[in-house]
């Protein structure tokens, strides 16, 4: 149980025995989660600004303050596995973003349920569930959006089937099972979005002739009425004998209802007073309860209730002006209270961080280039490569201001999770790639780089849908070993670059392997190939690049983990994967200086430098074992399984290119 709800039911607790609140089961008392069904036509969305003002509000969520933007992004993105889904509306299909859904959500659950947003991967859990799928035949793919309606018949089923999945050990469960639980868990969530205000609308009945029968609108008084005027519906009660009792118990079942099915993830109260005091912000149940239980005071809860409560009444008579009024009213009483407690900081630049979506634009103008450096190799159009080099520069701007804009939002370096280390990586190799172009002019590194970024950006947007359905954020607290920007600063970027050296070099090798084949023949019929040759120098010096960060970084940590757990080197999975990316990236330059291997050697042994890097960067994270033992990534061992095949058969291919081309000097 959270702490919150300790204090809570304490407070509740000394309440009932003062005779104001009297214990009583909830048998009697409403369902907050029960959507209402007004029977109403679907509003036609929400306006830009009543949009602005839900998405600028501040919740603490993860540990840290952040704005309703960036919850309802990630939120989105675990269960729709978009940010943007395609709705109906008025007869006609519309996309909507995260924080014009989380509107729909809370305002209209009704209208949220028939939303086809809760991502399935296969249907089989369906059916296996119960689903006539023959009647979605035309509708719906094997791998489609289902809407809450269409899966609430099977809902139950699911939860159940759910529950005996997660009784089992992870690698236990069939691909069925693991696919049913996260279904399950996808469903949960949404339930939670759509009953996130389902506090305000608790309440009790009070038809005329009962003690809060002047309270009640439509014989009806909910908990926000009562908060209004906390002081007289007491003094109601007191006076009111038993009929005062009998009201109380309803109010105890409701209260208690309401806090038992809350959505602690939409935490909007700051508490009045400094973060040492009272860190924890409370859910819409919890201050409900905390204020009318006596545990808290109502002086910020009473008015911010009220203003969320005229909200929900504008938008039962789709009032759009009158929810937007509420929703300024209630961040004009909260926002000055988080920004006494110094937690406000940076939530505006978040929202646009957010919405400016940087990565994603930097992974358009990176596949822009690569198209336009490939189209240059044509003859005749190398007039294109300039273009290549405009499109990766502005991506590599995008990328680079992204990232440095994440590090001023989460006041951390740039890599603090597994996540992070992709767009680190994928802008340590554009910049890379940039300089080897400026050297060479070649317009072969400068497309080799573009397509290596978009590989890179691609898996970063798995990693964060992966952070999005385990924490619902990208820039989650740190686990107490890696709290600490120094050395967060220092060694993990340097070994994270050393990473990105040796994965480059392994594309720079790729592509010189599959056009050897090409270029003996053409250097056969007498021409020269320069491009070629200049390639395999660049792997090399790559290689030598590498070495030096992943030598650097592999000594910091080694510091590091002296000055944390009290020795240098405790042969941990972790560091004995950098250590092998140092001895092999060590091999490679001494049989090169040796003279033991030519270009062809040394395209091989970086080949087999590529998957030495992947088992270091996620493969340990796999075997869930050792002081690093955190990163464990769903799906990244069958992914290191493909790659390292990929290189066995690159490997052969080259050996095969080498047997076939012997005397060419390669």
């Known amino acids: 149980m959270r702490p919150s709800s300790i204090l809570l039911r304490v407070g509740a607790g000394l309440l009932v025995a003062g005779g104001l609140l009297l214990p009583a089961s909830a048998a009697g008392a409403t369902d907050p989660s029960e959507p209402s069904t007004s029977g109403a036509e679907p509003p036609i969305g929400w306006s830009e600004a009543t949009a602005e003002a839900l998405e600028a509000l501040p919740l603490q969520h993860g540990g840290r303050v952040k704005p309703l933007r960036t919850w309802a992004d990630y ?19 519309l996309k909507i973003d995260a924080v014009q859904w989380a509107l729909d959500c809370f305002f209209d659950p009704d209208l949220a349920a028939t ?5 399935v991967d296969d249907w089989d859990v369906l059916r296996a569930a119960g689903v006539d799928l023959d009647a979605f035949q035309g509708t719906h793919k094997k791998r489609d959006r289902w809407s809450y309606e269409q899966l609430r018949p099977v809902r139950d089923e699911l939860m159940r089937r759910a529950q005996r999945a997660q009784a089992k050990a992870t690698d236990e469960r069939t691909r069925e099972e693991t696919q049913t639980l996260d279904l399950a868990l996808k ?7 759509m009953g996130a205000l389902d506090p305000l609308r608790a309440g009790i009945s009070a038809p005329s002739g009962t003690p809060l029968a002047d309270l009640a609108v439509n014989g009806r008084v909910d908990l926000v009425t009562i908060l209004q005027d906390l002081d007289t519906f007491r003094e109601v009660l007191a006076g009111a004998g038993e009929a005062g009792q009998q009201v109380a118990r309803q109010v105890a079942a409701v209260m208690e209802s309401a806090e038992a099915s809350a959505f602690h993830e939409l935490a909007l109260l700051p508490p009045v007073g400094t973060v040492s005091e009272d860190p924890e912000w409370l859910d819409l149940g919890d201050t409900l309860v905390a204020v009318l239980s006596g545990a808290r005071s109502s002086e910020l809860a009473s008015p911010a209730l009220d203003a969320l409560g005229s909200a929900l009444a504008g938008a039962s008579d789709r009032n759009d002006a009158a929810v937007r009024a509420g929703l300024e ?28 979506q940087l990565f994603t634009k930097s992974l358009v103008a990176f596949i822009l280039a690569f198209l336009l450096g490939a189209l240059s190799f044509l003859p005749g159009v190398s007039w294109l490569g300039k273009g290549a080099w405009g499109a990766a520069s502005m991506g590599a701007a995008a990328l680079v201001g992204g990232i440095a804009w994440r590090c001023w939002l989460n006041g951390r370096p740039p890599i603090t999770t597994l996540y992070e280390t992709a767009p680190f990586i994928g802008a ?31 898996l970063s947007f798995v990693l964060e849908k992966q952070d999005a359905a385990a924490s619902g954020d990208s820039m989650k607290s740190l686990v107490a070993v890696l709290d600490t920007n120094f050395w967060l600063s220092t060694h993990v970027t340097t070994v994270t670059f050393g990473y990105c050296a040796g994965l480059f070099a392994w594309l720079l090798a790729t592509v010189w392997l599959l056009a050897l084949p090409f270029v003996r023949r053409i250097e056969a019929a007498g021409r020269k190939v320069t491009w070629h040759s200049s390639l395999i120098r660049s792997v090399y010096g790559v290689v030598v690049f590498g070495l030096l960060f992943s030598l650097v970084g592999t000594i910091l940590g080694g510091i590091w983990a002296n000055y944390s757990w009290g020795r240098f080197w405790g042969w941990d999975p972790k560091e004995n994967g950098a250590l092998v990316i140092v001895l092999w990236q060590l091999v490679i330059v001494h049989a090169r200086l040796g003279g033991m291997i030519k270009d062809l050697g040394m395209a091989l042994l970086t080949v087999v430098l590529g998957s030495v890097v992947v088992f270091s960067w996620f493969g340990v994270n796999q075997l869930g074992v050792g002081l690093h033992s955190y990163g464990f990534t769903t799906g990244a061992s069958t992914a290191i399984t493909i790659c390292h095949w990929t290189n066995a058969a690159l490997v052969g291919f080259g050996l095969l290119a080498g047997r076939l081309g012997r005397g060419a000097g390669k």
Not at 77 to 83: E, G, H, K, Q, V
Not at 115 to 119: F, I, P
Not at 430 to 444: D, F, K, N
């Open 187 to 193: 469903i949960r969530s949404l339930e939670g979005v």
């Open 115 to 119: 939303y086809r947003v809760v991502q």
């Open 75 to 93: 939120k989105l993105l675990a269960i729709a596995n978009a940010r943007k889904v395609t709705v109906e509306r008025g007869g006609e299909e």
């Open 329 to 356: 009213r209630f961040a004009g009483l909260v926002e000055p209270v988080a920004d006494q407690r110094g937690e406000l900081g940076r939530v505006g630049s978040e929202v646009t961080f957010q919405k400016q």
């Open 428 to 458: 340590c190799g554009i910049l890379l790639a940039m300089g080897l172009e400026r050297l060479q002019r070649q317009r072969v590194a400068l497309t080799a780089g573009s397509a290596f970024t978009v590989a890179v950006l691609f």
